[in-house]
């Protein structure tokens, strides 16, 4: 079992910055895809980005260009930089870990609110 907690959620003012972490309870150094969702309310979870094992890094094109995934194997922690918020990024942020071989099963974390509002 892996558990994943999220944390760093909050309310920003649009054009502000937030920081979330997810900290794994075992080693994500087997897990080859790990992935930051959101669902805003009325609407479907949708994947924000992807950060594969050997760095690669996938994002939905309405956070391009503003949002940053990383991972710190060492630590057994992925982040997720926003900037540039906008009131459309107003979600609850779910951290997910991708199936593994090792696992053999994928994870969820409980989910952190970001709200963007003035």
């Known amino acids: 079992q892996v558990q994943l907690v999220e944390s760093g959620g909050g309310l920003v003012q649009p054009g502000g910055s937030l920081k979330l972490s997810c900290a794994a309870s075992r080693s994500i150094f087997m897990i080859n895809a790990m992935d930051w969702y959101r669902q805003a309310p009325g609407k479907e979870r949708e994947l924000v980005a992807t950060?594969?094992?050997?760095?690669?890094?996938r994002y939905a094109d309405s956070v391009k260009g503003r949002f940053a995934i990383s991972r710190d194997n060492a630590k057994n922690t992925v982040y997720l930089q926003m900037n540039s918020l906008k009131s459309e990024d107003t979600a609850v942020y779910y951290c997910h870990a991708g199936y593994s071989a090792y696992y053999r099963q994928e994870y969820w974390g409980q989910g952190t609110q970001v709200t963007v509002s003035s």
């Open positions: 950060i594969i094992a050997g760095g690669t890094t």
